[in-house]
């Protein structure tokens, strides 16, 4: 049987690419991050001068470049980001590029060329997919939506610890800003705002371990699963 469609949306530092490894692990689903590629293009931007708000140049960046999203063996359903070739797996991952990032997410030019590669990547099915947008824009039609959020306060902490542990010494007080104002961004963007899907389940994750997050999409899913078999 064809595998489901899993939709994972929700605001910055919620705990999406933690939740989607996870679920695709337990459900031997393939796991697709989209925010990676906008990171890719927006570090590309960066390296090629391109202003972030020039959508036009962005738009054409996006379309002549390449990314592969790759599996790690006995990563935890890690994935490796080639970006032309390159591999910027960590590159991507400073709040330099995820500020970057967010300001071009909000180019209707760039978000075009993406979700079309978005829908290419998941429409055999078999998959978990997370971003912003998945199961309003992406695909609406998706078998399981799921609209994952925390309290800001949570997610600072959570984002503060996550580069604790790189070695990156940001500021607790500086993250729970930039995070209400990536928040103000994504809800107030033109192209593909961050809403809840009509009819995505919301899990709140302020209270719960990452792990018992995961069990309960992964049972859902399940469920939904044995519905649609019937």
Do not use: N
Not at 67 to 79: C, E, F, T
Not at 197 to 224: F, G, I
């Amino acid at each position: 049987m064809k595998g489901l469609i899993i939709a994972i949306d929700g605001p910055v530092g919620s705990g999406k690419s933690t939740l989607a490894r996870r679920v695709a692990a337990l459900l031997g689903y393939v796991y697709i991050d989209t925010g990676a590629m906008y990171r890719s293009v927006a570090l590309k931007a960066q390296r090629r001068g391109v202003p972030l708000d020039s959508g036009d140049a962005l738009a054409a960046l996006a379309g002549e470049t390449r990314i592969d999203l790759r599996q790690m063996d006995g990563a935890g359903g890690a994935q490796q980001v080639l970006l032309d070739g390159e591999d910027v797996t960590r590159l991507i991952r400073t709040p330099e590029v995820a500020q970057a990032a967010s300001k071009v997410a909000l180019e209707t030019g760039v978000r075009k060329v993406l979700v079309a590669e978005q829908r290419r990547a998941g429409e055999r099915g078999g998959v978990v997919m997370e971003g912003r947008d998945i199961g309003s824009v992406v695909f609406p039609d998706a078998q399981l939506k799921i609209f994952l959020t925390a309290s800001p306060e949570v997610r600072a902490e959570r984002r503060w610890r996550e580069h604790q542990q790189k070695g990156d010494a940001i500021d607790l007080a500086r993250t729970l800003d930039e995070i209400i104002e990536r928040d103000r961004r994504d809800r107030e963007r033109t192209t593909s705002p961050l809403v809840k899907a009509q009819d995505a389940v919301v899990v709140d994750s302020t209270a719960m371990e990452p792990e018992e997050v995961a069990r309960l999409v992964a049972m859902l899913a399940k469920q939904q699963a044995s519905e649609s078999a019937r």
